[in-house]
C-alpha cells in the first residue's frame, strides 16, 4: 500500500490532455510544496518531469505541467504524444518518520 | 555522462546481512545528495534513505531505522548501505539515486538497480 495514491491507468488520444491525481495527507502532499513527478518508460530509468510542484527541470517539454489542491497534486500532460505513454509516479516530502513518500504509479496510454 | 553502478546485491538468509555499494562517475559526487531506493516484487518505489553531499545530514525510512545504515566515501565516489538484520520484506531492486541540483528530496539520475532477496 503506497502511501500517496494515484489512479492506476490514464488513457487519452494524440493531441489531447489527461491529468493524473495524486492524494496525500496534510502531513505530506498538503503540507508542503515539496511534490515530484517522474515519468517511466519499460526498462528505464526514472525521469525528474516536475519538482517543486509545478517546476520543470531544464529540458521537460512544457506540456507538462504541476499543480496543488489541498491534499491532492495533479499532474496535466497537454498535446499527448506517443512517446508520452509510460508510468508515471509522484512524490512528496512528509512531516514523518519516512520523509519521503511515493504514489503508486499510474500507467498512461496513448491510444 | 553521468553513472551509476550498483554491486551487491543477491540471496540472504533472514537476519542476515549485505553490504551494497554504488559506483558513481561523470559528475562532482561530492556536490550532491545521494539516495537509496527500492522497488519490492510487484510494488511500487519506496524510499529507503538519503545522504547529504558532505555525510553530515542522514535520513531512513521508518522501515529501515536502526538496520540500515547509509554512507559515502566522496574521495572513491562510491556511496554505500549495510544492511542487517534483513527481513523477507526487504527484497527488492535496490538503486543508487542522485539528488537533483542542491535540493535534498529529489531525483536525477537512477543506476540500473541491484537485486537482494531475502528468503531462505
Known amino acids: 500500500q503506497s502511501a500517496l495514491t494515484q489512479p492506476r491507468s490514464v488513457s487519452g488520444s494524440p493531441g489531447q490532455s489527461v491529468t493524473i491525481s495524486c492524494t496525500g495527507t496534510?502531513?505530506?502532499?498538503?503540507?508542503?510544496?515539496?511534490v515530484s513527478w517522474y515519468q517511466q518508460h519499460p526498462g528505464k530509468a526514472p525521469k525528474l518531469m516536475i519538482y517543486d510542484v509545478n517546476k520543470w527541470p531544464s529540458g521537460v517539454p512544457d506540456r507538462f505541467s504541476g499543480s496543488k489542491s489541498g491534499n491532492t497534486a495533479s499532474l496535466t500532460i497537454s498535446g499527448l504524444q506517443a512517446e508520452d505513454e509510460g508510468n508515471y509516479y509522484c512524490?512528496?516530502?512528509?512531516?514523518?518518520?519516512?520523509?519521503?513518500?511515493f504514489g503508486g504509479g499510474t500507467k498512461l496510454t496513448v491510444l | 555522462e553521468v553513472q551509476l553502478v550498483e554491486s551487491g546485491g543477491g540471496l540472504v538468509q533472514p537476519g542476515g546481512s549485505l553490504r551494497l555499494s554504488c559506483a558513481a562517475s561523470g559528475f562532482t559526487f561530492s556536490s550532491h545528495w545521494m539516495h537509496w531506493v527500492r522497488r519490492a516484487p510487484g510494488k511500487g518505489l519506496g524510499w529507503v534513505s538519503r545522504?547529504?553531499?558532505?555525510?553530515?545530514?542522514?535520513s531512513y525510512a521508518d522501515s529501515v531505522k536502526g538496520r540500515f545504515t547509509i554512507s559515502r566515501d566522496n574521495a572513491n565516489s562510491t556511496l554505500f548501505l549495510q544492511m542487517n538484520s534483513l527481513r523477507a520484506e526487504d527484497t527488492a531492486v535496490y538503486y543508487c539515486v542522485r539528488g537533483y541540483s542542491q535540493y535534498a528530496v529529489y531525483f536525477e539520475y537512477w543506476g540500473q538497480g541491484t537485486l537482494v532477496t531475502v528468503s531462505s
Open positions: 545522504i547529504k553531499s558532505d555525510g553530515s545530514h542522514i
Open positions: 496534510s502531513s505530506d502532499v498538503g503540507g508542503y510544496n515539496y
Open positions: 512524490c512528496s516530502y512528509a512531516a514523518r518518520d519516512t520523509l519521503l513518500v
